[in-house]
């Protein structure tokens, strides 16, 4: 299972977000997106999920373009979580779980629908709030039921928008612990997008900085926040001190863009990310998860 | 936190996986009751409305009637007072209470769910606008163009015209806000804008008319069942229930589309396909039944909030609790209207309002608590 996307575009009328942004998903670790608002973060993950159909470039599982796989499969592949918001109405946490099977089922609920349901549960910890009504929950107990929702799908790739937007830390550490463990453990292709490049640095093996609807920086965590690259998209003046769980960032006062060097902008990284030509099989250096 | 932590721990893997498919089980089964429940409720009603009202018909004489026309061995004799009020006047009626009320309150649910907006009903969307000027057009008109033979074409023009006004606002509100990008809210905002529109359009029929018209188009608005025939239950009945099957059929999508519209594309549902379809096949049921039975609020609006805090919010049960409780409100509400202060009726929208407010502002006040838990 290869997830390579390449060479989006996307624009909101004549507002170009995506220009091109072509990057390659490997099983068995956390890719994270970081990038200032407004730079194509959310739009990214929407293309992905096909809630917005891009009008260039194209998303390929295991070589097959994702537009002309149906809506069913797709979203077996496939596993959504949102940032924790409101719903219409009050359902359980139970059935909410079990909207999570919708891709599997009919009609009825079948046996192995109640399994996988009580399986992921059980491995969220959720089991004992199956009854409560999903509006009674807090927001991190909420990610939670989200995540399991996404989970009974049983689909290969996750993908995340911000989930620990409005969290605290202690629930901010459970649920990125968890992003790994999804990764790691189930050998799944985890994609979120962060704010907290701190969080991205500790939990994400891979990071990807976008600027104004491209690929600015990619690579280790340690490679991309630098403070050249952090002044540069966020123009923020940050220390950057490199502790043992990797890199840290201080932001330190906001500059004027163009005052930061720009010379850090590493391109034979960038061309390597952007334009590669794609011819079936597609690897480089960085993907060294045995799906070469 | 630490306690939750402490449990997961001790639980461990397997430990009460049964645990849910029991609660589920038994979740379902308390579900399928409640409706099971519902439905001989209705059948009580429906038997205790065919004996209630001016003419005094026995439950005996009603049992018979319906042994004579059900049973075709059936050698007892037959009361023909009570077979003509049974037959002619009561039963009709009250079908079209029941259908009315299943495909209006079937109607709101699927609304409030495709749009996730509690507000929205076939009334907020402009439908039963669209329908009232259309009824007013032709009773109008035709009292005007037809003359006397108006009062044998009439009520079908008066029906067709309100369907198709009624129909159609519908797909005109949900083509304005596909112009938009098929936000909720602009398909809300739209179709209290086509109601303003349409609200004006009645309000200068009624200025222009003349005592004939304005005294038929005000009894109309107000909405009824008086009018009720075999002939409009069996033009109704199949259809209403047509449409509900195939609401019921998009019961999941909707769930999914409850947590999202980004969730709903994420689990496959085609949003814009169930939005015109679900929209589609709700109006058409509700349209059919008010171009017969006039403009009646609340049922709609009412009856779906009600059967989330009775049976929660999976489409899968809410639509058919839902429309069961419809029915029943509205049959209740059109007995007591001609019983209360029989032998003169009260247009049964009054009814459903004086009941179904109050009892839903009780509702709201209340502390929100599910049945089953």
Redesign the interface.
């Known amino acids: 299972m290869q997830l390579v996307i390449q060479d989006i575009f996307f624009a909101y009328g004549s507002c170009s977000v995506l220009k091109g942004v072509s990057m390659e998903v490997v099983p068995g670790q956390v890719l994270s997106i970081v990038g200032p608002n407004g730079s194509g973060k959310s739009t990214f993950l929407?293309c992905l999920?096909?809630?917005l159909k891009p009008q260039g470039g194209a998303v390929f599982f295991d070589g097959r373009e994702t537009a002309q796989i149906?809506?069913?499969e797709?979203?077996r592949l496939?596993?959504?979580v949102?940032q924790a918001?409101a719903?219409?109405?009050?359902?359980?946490v139970?059935?909410?779980v079990?909207?999570?099977r919708?891709?599997h089922?009919n009609?009825g609920?079948a046996q192995k629908d109640?399994?996988v349901?009580?399986?992921v549960?059980?491995f969220m910890?959720l089991?004992?709030m199956?009854?409560r009504?999903m509006d009674q929950l807090s927001g991190g107990q909420k990610q939670k039921v989200f995540i399991a929702?996404a989970l009974a799908?049983e689909p290969k790739v996750f993908l995340f928008d911000e989930p620990t937007s409005s969290l605290d830390i202690?629930h901010q550490l459970e649920v990125l612990e968890l992003v790994g463990k999804l990764a790691r453990q189930k050998r799944c292709q985890v994609v979120m997008v962060l704010h907290d490049l701190n969080l991205a640095a500790r939990f994400s093996d891979r990071m990807v900085m976008l600027k104004d609807g491209l690929i600015f920086a990619a690579g280790q965590p340690r490679e991309v926040l630098t403070p050249e690259n952090v002044g540069a998209v966020y123009g923020v003046e940050a220390s950057i001190t490199d502790s043992a769980r990797g890199p840290y960032v201080l932001p330190l006062r906001p500059v004027a863009a163009g005052t930061v060097p720009q010379q850090a902008r590493q391109l034979p990284e960038i061309l390597k990310w952007l334009k590669v030509p794609f011819k079936g099989k597609w690897a480089y250096p960085e993907a060294q998860g045995g799906n070469e | 936190?630490g306690l939750?932590?402490a449990?997961?721990d001790s639980?461990g893997?397997?430990?009460?996986?049964?645990?849910?498919?029991e609660?589920?089980t038994r979740?379902t089964a308390r579900k399928a009751c409640l409706l099971i429940a519902l439905v001989l409720f209705l059948v009580a009603v429906t038997l205790l409305a065919t004996v209630v009202g001016a003419a005094a018909v026995s439950v005996s004489d009603v049992f018979r009637v319906i042994a004579a026309n059900v049973v075709p061995a059936y050698q007892g004799t037959v009361n023909t007072l009570a077979e003509t009020v049974v037959l002619q006047l009561r039963l009709p009626r009250i079908l079209l209470a029941l259908i009315t009320g299943i495909s209006l309150a079937g109607a709101g649910t699927v609304m409030?769910?495709i749009l996730?907006?509690?507000l929205v009903s076939p009334y907020t969307l402009g439908m039963s606008g669209g329908a009232s000027f259309g009824a007013a057009l032709a009773i109008v008109l035709g009292t005007s163009f037809l003359g006397p033979s108006f009062n044998v074409v009439g009520p079908y023009f008066i029906a067709v015209n309100a369907f198709v006004f009624g129909f159609l606002t519908i797909l005109l509100v949900y083509g304005i806000a596909r112009l938009k990008g098929t936000a909720p809210e602009t398909l809300i905002l739209a179709g209290v804008a086509l109601g303003y529109l349409f609200s004006a359009g009645v309000s200068a029929l009624k200025y222009f008319s003349n005592n004939e018209a304005l005294k038929e188009l005000v009894v109309w608005l107000m909405g009824g069942m008086w009018g009720a025939t075999w002939q409009q239950v069996g033009l109704l009945t199949p259809l209403v229930l047509a449409c509900m099957v195939v609401l019921m059929?998009y019961?999941?999508?909707m769930?999914?589309l409850?947590?999202?519209?980004?969730?709903a594309?994420?689990?496959?549902?085609?949003v814009n396909r169930l939005r015109l379809i679900g929209l589609t096949v709700s109006a058409l049921a509700a349209s059919a039944t008010v171009a017969f039975t006039g403009v009646i609020g609340f049922i709609g609006l009412v009856s779906p909030h009600i059967c989330?805090m009775l049976i929660?919010?999976?489409n899968?049960f809410l639509i058919p609790c839902s429309s069961l409780v419809g029915a029943a409100l509205l049959l209740v509400s059109d007995t007591l209207a001609r019983t209360i202060i029989a032998p003169t009726e009260i247009p049964v929208g009054i009814i459903t309002s004086l009941i179904g407010a109050p009892f839903f502002l009780y509702l709201l006040l209340k502390k929100?608590k599910?049945w089953w838990?």
């Open positions: 929407r999920t096909r809630v149906s809506s069913r797709l979203a496939l596993g959504y949102p918001g719903e219409a109405f009050p359902f359980t139970l059935e909410t079990l909207m999570g919708k891709p089922l009609w609920v109640l399994d349901v009580a399986q549960m059980q910890g089991a004992e199956a009854q009504p929702r799908q202690r | 936190m939750f932590r449990k997961v639980v893997v397997g430990g009460s996986l049964g645990e849910i498919q609660i589920y979740h409030q769910g996730r907006n509690p059929h019961a999941w999508d769930n999914a409850s947590a999202g519209e980004e969730v594309v994420n689990l496959g549902v085609n989330r929660g919010s999976d899968r929100r599910r838990s």
